[in-house]
């Protein structure tokens, strides 16, 4: 991997003098497709990812998060089967029009359909493929796919080596630190990964029999900046911009990734970026992030339809309006129960435009 890869090595976590295995070499198509990857995306130097979260990050809140100054975003995560196959859902998890670059989160536990699903993704103009390794939830573990996989590192490889197999763009992958305190071997799947030509690694600091509880353990994601030389991202409570600098600090990461608390603040990502750059954070004024809830509302509407529409947005509409805090508890609920999109989209608007709404507190005084 060269350091003009936008998943440069380069970065305040990089260990100086190790060479991480080269990607596979690739045709005339391919390597079309990997300059393209390269020229699309910035450097993970001390930046601020969007995390995949299922369900929630779908195109429209990545387009707004991307636009507004993330450093990047990554898919819900698509059921590689499913996805391969020609699945509806899947193929709407997948989309990517308007996301720069275009990251797909792939699960699954067969290296034939991660496979099939890493060449159809790229197909479709993924520029990059992350293989999810570190899923907690028990529909995707019980499957033996997500953070169950951790509990095999010797399929998880090949399954790892069947997606860089398939594909001439990058791949990365995302995991936790383990299946439980026992088996904390995070830094060994990071190690195969990297022997394998992967070009990044995702850690969030729990292992998977915590799923959310607790804190993150920043610090124990230093023991995979330690096993390898290619760029960490680390995850887990960072919900500011004092969280971000902290995590960087005791995992020793490249870049910070930045989920739950996200949601219904979509800003939030960039505010972190432009803070870890030294430059100003600033969110959007009130007005301002009315239009982009009523901008993300109005997307899921246009991509799924007015009745799945309506339901796939109940998530975020309840986050905006709890963040917002300018709604009485009757309207909360009707704007969470109305099947009707202008009385949804007036609600959404009066959330964030209402005389009692409260600015939210700025990136550096959220708590996780």
């Given at each position: 991997?060269?350091?003009?890869?936008?998943l440069s090595a380069e970065g305040p976590g990089a260990a100086s003098g190790a060479s991480p295995a080269a990607l596979p070499p690739a045709g005339a198509d391919g390597a079309a497709l990997h300059a393209r990857s390269a020229l699309r995306a910035p450097r993970l130097a001390?930046?601020?990812l969007l995390a995949p979260l299922s369900g929630v990050t779908d195109l429209h809140m990545r387009r707004i998060a991307r636009r507004l100054g993330a450093t990047a975003t990554v898919s819900e995560m698509v059921a590689a089967e499913d996805f391969a196959r020609g699945t509806e859902e899947a193929r709407l998890r997948a989309e990517g029009e308007g996301v720069l670059p275009h990251i797909v989160q792939l699960a699954g536990c067969d290296p034939r359909w991660m496979a099939e699903g890493a060449r159809l993704a790229e197909a479709n103009g993924a520029d990059v493929?992350?293989?999810?390794m570190g899923c907690p939830a028990k529909a995707v573990t019980g499957g033996q796919a997500g953070s169950a996989l951790m509990r095999d590192l010797d399929h998880a490889e090949r399954l790892l080596a069947a997606v860089r197999g398939a594909v001439s763009v990058p791949v990365t992958v995302k995991m936790r630190l383990g299946w439980d305190d026992a088996t904390r071997n995070a830094p060994d799947l990071a190690r195969r990964a990297e022997r394998l030509g992967y070009a990044a690694v995702t850690v969030h600091g729990r292992t998977r029999q915590q799923f959310y509880t607790g804190r993150a353990d920043w610090a124990a994601i230093r023991l995979v900046r330690d096993a390898v030389a290619i760029p960490l991202v680390a995850n887990g409570d960072v919900a500011g911009l004092d969280d971000?600098?902290?995590?960087?600090?005791?995992?020793?990461?490249?870049a910070v990734m930045i989920g739950r608390a996200a949601v219904g603040r979509p800003w939030l990502v960039a505010a972190i970026a432009a803070g870890l750059a030294g430059e100003t954070v600033a969110e959007p004024d009130a007005a301002a992030k009315a239009e982009l809830a009523a901008e993300h509302y109005d997307g899921l509407i246009a991509l799924y339809g007015a009745r799945m529409g309506v339901r796939h947005a109940r998530k975020h509409l309840a986050a905006y309006a709890d963040h917002a805090g300018g709604l009485t508890p009757d309207e909360r609920t009707r704007l969470l129960t109305t099947g009707d999109p202008a009385e949804a989209a007036r609600l959404l608007r009066r959330a964030f435009e209402a005389p009692s709404?409260?600015?939210?507190?700025r990136p550096e005084q959220?708590?996780?």
């Open positions: 991997m060269t350091t003009d890869h936008y001390r930046g601020a493929i992350d293989v999810n971000a600098r902290a995590c960087l600090q005791a995992s020793g990461a490249d709404a409260q600015p939210a507190a959220q708590a996780a």
